[in-house]
């Protein structure tokens, strides 16, 4: 079943931060991730689906999957001096990629991939204790041609009543965004008005609007990350989301979201 | 989609330039190598001349306009610079 649903920001600068960011704000957005760990201790999941973009450490261009899921009995992976070690819960994971399969979605999977910070940032902050196993499931935000904002939406609704039906207790969450424009000329101007317009419309529980966006409007805004955010959406449908923060930084909106389920 | 996005599609011209900014960012061995001697690490991946001399001063615009991807010539920056300087970096 599914108890619970997540967005949370992962700049890296949340983790590793340079002098160039607020330590204020960083702080800021680690006080809504911890509320985010005491709403998953409540909840008391048995496993956490986690959906993120892999920043082409996984995939590089030798082979680019629109959709994934990682198969194996843990997912590692490193980041500057971290060393993590993720255990995934294999029979939710095997579920997800065969009941995604039967019902038209042509998952890649993988039992070794390396595991991104898109993944590791959120949970280096929110993993309840004692700590439950993950699923992760790669969305592919930053190789284009991505898959379109309908195709992570319908992914999405499968997503959410493959979870329903199961019998673990399942939360589920977005990792990425909001508006960032990270190797390029706009990087110093994220569209934070466009973005709290976004929130806004999320608060008043219009979720589903957001499978219309284009491809083409994700990239112009800076939000291609938020195809993690339109496949949660699918599976939460038009609930009306809790935003625990909002914390544009000079580069980065950063976003922290509760959807109730 | 047009070739105006903030991350257009990567020209296959430039997959070992492409190749180079990914194992900067995720083999902290060749990451290693490129600091040691950048040319010699250019050379291991075989990368054109002017490859080679973008990254001697590691300048954005020429990086991703010889169709190297934005995020990757990012990341692979903020890797070097982790590498360079980490202790002027806090960890949470």
Redesign the interface.
């Known amino acids: 079943m599914l108890v619970g649903a997540f967005a949370c920001a992962h700049t ?1 600068q ?6 160039t960011e607020d ?1 204020d704000l ?1 702080l800021r957005v ?1 006080a809504a991730f911890a509320r985010v760990k005491e709403r998953l201790a409540a909840l008391r999941p048995d496993a956490i689906a986690i959906i993120a973009g892999d ?3 996984a995939f ?2 030798d082979a680019v999957p629109a959709l994934a899921v990682y198969v194996g009995a843990e997912a590692t992976g ?1 980041f ?2 971290y060393r993590y070690r993720l255990p995934i819960h294999e029979p939710l994971a095997r579920s997800i990629l065969e009941q995604g399969i039967e019902r038209g979605f042509d998952l890649l999977y993988t039992q070794g991939a ?1 595991l991104d910070y898109a993944f590791y940032v959120p949970l ?2 929110t993993m309840p204790e004692p700590a439950v196993p993950i699923v992760p499931l790669h969305v592919n935000v ?4 991505q898959p379109t904002p309908r195709r992570c939406y319908d992914w999405g609704v499968a997503l959410g009543e493959i979870l329903r039906a199961r019998p673990e207790r399942i939360a589920l969450m977005a990792s990425g965004g909001m508006s960032h ?7 110093a101007s994220p569209e934070v008005e466009h973005d709290r317009r976004l929130l806004d419309r999320l608060q008043a529980g219009h979720g589903r609007e957001m499978s219309s966006l284009t ?2 409007e994700l ?2 805004t ?1 939000n ?1 990350e938020l195809r993690t955010w339109i496949t949660l959406l699918g599976a939460v449908g038009d609930a009306a989301a809790d935003v625990l923060c909002y914390e544009p930084s000079w580069h980065h909106d950063n976003a922290v979201v509760e959807w109730p389920v | ?2 070739e105006d ?6 020209p296959a011209a430039a ?1 070992r330039l ?2 180079c900014l ?1 194992a900067i ?2 083999d ?1 061995d060749f990451c290693a190598r490129f600091l040691a001697d950048q040319r010699a690490a250019c050379d291991e991946l075989s990368l054109s001349e002017a490859e080679t001399r973008a990254f001697a001063t590691f300048d ?2 020429v990086l ?1 306009g010889l169709g190297g ?7 692979a920056d ?2 070097l ?2 590498a360079r300087e ?1 202790g ?5």
């Open positions: 890296p949340l983790l590793i931060r340079p002098p330590r960083v680690h920043h082409i450490e590089f261009l490193t500057g001096p390396r280096h902050f930053y190789l284009p041609p424009f990270p190797g390029t000329d706009r990087y491809g083409e990239d112009k800076g291609v | 989609m047009s996005l903030h991350y257009p599609f990567p997959y492409n190749r990914y960012k995720s902290p954005r615009d991703v991807h934005p995020y990757l010539v990012f990341m903020l890797r610079r982790i980490p002027a970096l806090e960890y949470f």
